[in-house]
């Protein structure tokens, strides 16, 4: 079973893109782990790997996706102390599908990155609110969803308009007619 799809050339350009997204993933965790690096909104950072993940998602197939997803979910589990497993496995299912999605059924447009980062981090977060807050039944609900979750929601939400933008420019040269306004 091939992962990585075709032979010759687009292996190459797909093995040098996945280094390169391993190579963000790993900088841009370290960068938000860092204390008093970047700027925080109602006691929230961004979350920059999740941001970067509609990149991937939006550029790559769904089983390049899964496994990116995989590997930050377990970033998320050892940085957030929940259970092992929890985030990766969430992660990993929303990446496949939504990378399927994007690769056979739309256009890769920013319109379409606004779209998919909204879906995605707002699923991403109402999911983790209801596995790690509403089903153990802590209090004070609403004020945990709106200045917890909703903030970093759009918080990161900011970050992966950036980060599409930015690896689009990367992967021009790799693959042509990869952006398109």
């Known amino acids: 079973m091939v992962i990585l799809g075709g032979g010759g050339m687009d292996k190459k350009q797909t093995i040098f893109r996945c280094i390169i997204y391993t190579a963000e993933m790993v900088f841009f965790y370290v960068v938000s782990q860092m204390p008093n690096f970047l700027p925080s909104v109602v006691g929230h950072k961004p979350n920059l790997v999740l941001a970067l993940l509609v990149s991937v998602i ?49 256009r890769r447009t920013f319109v ?46 900011i970050f992966a308009q950036v980060f599409y933008l930015l690896n689009a420019a990367l992967c021009f040269k790799l693959r042509k007619n990869y952006l398109s306004f």
């Open 58 to 106: 939006l550029s790559e197939g769904s089983r390049i996706s899964a496994g990116f997803g995989m590997a930050c979910g377990f970033l998320f589990d050892i940085g957030l102390d929940v259970f092992v497993g929890l985030n990766a496995i969430l992660l990993c299912v929303l990446c496949y599908f939504f990378g399927g999605l994007c690769n056979y059924y739309l």
């Open 112 to 157: 379409t990155c606004f779209m998919v980062s909204i879906v995605f981090i707002s699923l991403f977060y109402h999911i983790q609110f209801v596995l790690l807050y509403l089903i153990p039944g802590y209090g004070d609900i609403y004020y945990a969803y709106i200045f917890h979750y909703v903030s970093a929601m759009f918080y990161s939400f």
